[in-house]
């Protein structure tokens, strides 16, 4: 089957960086999305990874491996506003997203 | 100028009614989602649609159609609406293109079954 797998929730403060993972396994492979929503409003798009490595974005950074079906999403000198939930979501051979639940990332000053 | 909107943005109704929730994009994306983010925040993909073919979940019921009058707009009817109903749908757009697309998404519209 298909699945995403990331961690429910995580704590960091203010300042600090902090690296949100998420393991995949979808039915073919065409990249894996993150992306940012924040409390009742919609998912906006961060990061697309298709090829192994790092993508560097301002404060964000995406990682992937394919032979792990691994990925993160690194977020440096954390704000507040960073609050959010990260969602990561792997696209299938038929270029459709699969979605994990979410990681609620909670920001302390 | 919103990219995606949704209408309403909030619904609550009775088990039973029927009713419609409107998406637009004005992005001239080719391809629109309807998606069902449930309360444990699980965004799962109810239908996905441009000019050219339909494709639908299949644990979708059929109590849900798609309705598009042009590429810009697609439209989501809920027949006999139950109690599970209730969820955020959200509605996306992508270009279209057949590769690995960004989706926008819309705001969101809040439905709520009693």
């Known amino acids: 089957g298909q699945n995403i797998d990331q961690p429910t929730e995580m704590t960091a403060t203010e300042g600090a960086i902090v690296q949100i993972n998420c393991t995949y396994q979808?039915?073919?492979?065409?990249?894996l999305f993150w992306y940012q929503q924040h409390a009742g409003e919609a998912p906006t798009f961060l990061s697309y990874?298709?090829l192994d490595g790092l993508e560097e974005k301002g404060r964000f950074s995406s990682f992937l491996s394919r032979s792990k079906g691994y990925s993160y999403l690194l977020l440096k000198e954390l704000q507040m506003k960073d609050s959010a939930s990260y969602l990561c979501?792997?696209?299938?051979?038929?270029?459709?997203?699969?979605w994990g639940a979410g990681t609620k990332l909670i920001i302390k000053p | 100028d919103t990219a995606v909107s949704q209408t309403p943005k909030y619904l609550v109704t009775q088990m039973g009614n029927d009713k419609s929730i409107k998406c637009e994009q004005n992005?001239?994306?080719?391809?629109m989602y309807w998606y069902k983010q449930d309360s444990k925040k699980f965004l799962k993909i109810m239908f996905s649609?441009?000019?050219?073919?339909?494709?639908i979940n299949e644990t979708v019921p059929n109590r849900f159609s798609p309705k598009s009058p042009d590429k810009a707009h697609l439209n989501l009817h809920i027949n006999s609406l139950e109690l599970g109903d209730s969820a955020v749908y959200f509605c996306a757009s992508s270009t279209g293109t057949g590769d690995a697309e960004t989706q926008y998404f819309g705001p969101g519209t809040r439905l709520l079954v009693l």
């Open positions: 979808t039915s073919g492979f065409n990249g």
């Open positions: 990874n298709v």
């Open positions: 979501a792997g696209m299938d051979s038929n270029y459709q997203l699969i």
């Open positions: 992005l001239g994306h080719d391809t």
């Open positions: 649609y441009n000019n050219k073919e339909l494709i």
